[in-house]
């Protein structure tokens, strides 16, 4: 295209649509009038993120190479094959590992709690439809899940959904700046409201300025009306920095998230809430401070002294003469 007059303002009018509609969706919120094309695009879009997770599979690839291999290459090349199968096989029998790990402690965290999940994993990470922190997982509508329920992992709250497509969802994280949810501090039961940074530590209000709080206390979920979009007694996070008192009516708090949002993999909707509030039961125990080695140094007693050491006002022995020797005073009265 040419660079004439007609192509600078049919420019500048596409750019002034664009953040027209973005200030639309951001003020609109939940109920956004785009909100429905966001849930078209996350059913075109979804089924190829996950295919796209999918192929890039490295034991499918190398598999599919190896059997392949005969057909299209020389011995030698199959047997090139085979070894860079057999290389991509370990690094991913690791990586099935750690998920299986993941997955214990999720469903472990899960049973503390009495969530009834639905077991996902992350697809793809970033702003598919919108401009916030997100992740894509392989789970949607057709799996029972619907917009505004809680996720989880085995450490604690990643977030809620946002947008369901038929086999595909969209996560918004606890990290990003227009997440907000209700908190409770541990055994105190102080109230307040967690929003997140980006990646930075989350920023907590507590609603009673004159609180005390410490570094080292933990926060859970307080929960939402009819469970939605938070479960009560999510682990959060913990405090790691207290703002000094002032004369506001809260108080600000910065809490380390449990979850690490930049290594998600395994994560769980939580598809049925609790019967009844699990309060800090999910919250992992607290380390036991190492054992304080004491040494005891014990005197010796009194009369324990080293041989040929004289004690104090202790008169030496008078030094007895050798053999064949006559007494001195002998000597000397001869």
Known sequence: MRDTRESRLLLVLLVAIAFALITVDIRGGEESP???????????????????????????????????SGERHTRIAALEQENAALKAKLGSDDRNRSRVR??????????????????AQVVAIGAAQGFSWTVTIDAGANDGIQRDMT???????????????????????????DFTVGTRMEKSDELGFATGQGNGPLLVQLLNGKARVKTGDRLVTFGSQANKPFVPGVPVGEVVRVDPLGGGLTRNIYVRPYVGFSKLDIVGVVVQAPRTNPRDTV????????????????????????????????????????????????????
């Open 34 to 68: 785009v909100d429905g094309a966001r849930q078209a695009a996350a059913a075109v879009f979804g089924p190829v993120e996950n295919g796209v997770a999918a192929a890039v599979d490295p034991i499918g690839n190398a598999i599919g190479a190896v059997r392949d």
């Open 151 to 177: 996720v989880l992992n085995g450490s604690g709250l990643v977030g809620r959904v946002t947008t369901v497509g038929p086999s595909t969802s969209t996560v918004l994280l606890a990290n990003d700046p």
């Open 102 to 119: 993941e997955l214990d402690t999720l469903l472990k965290t899960a049973g503390a709690g009495q969530y009834g999940i639905k077991a």
């Open 283 to 334: 919250l992992p125990p607290k380390p036991k401070p190492a054992p304080t080695v004491t040494v005891t140094v014990t005197p010796p007693p009194p009369d324990a002294q080293p041989q040929g050491q004289q004690q104090p006002g202790q008169q030496q022995p008078a030094q007895q003469p050798e053999q064949g020797q006559r007494p001195e005073n002998e000597q000397q009265g001869e």
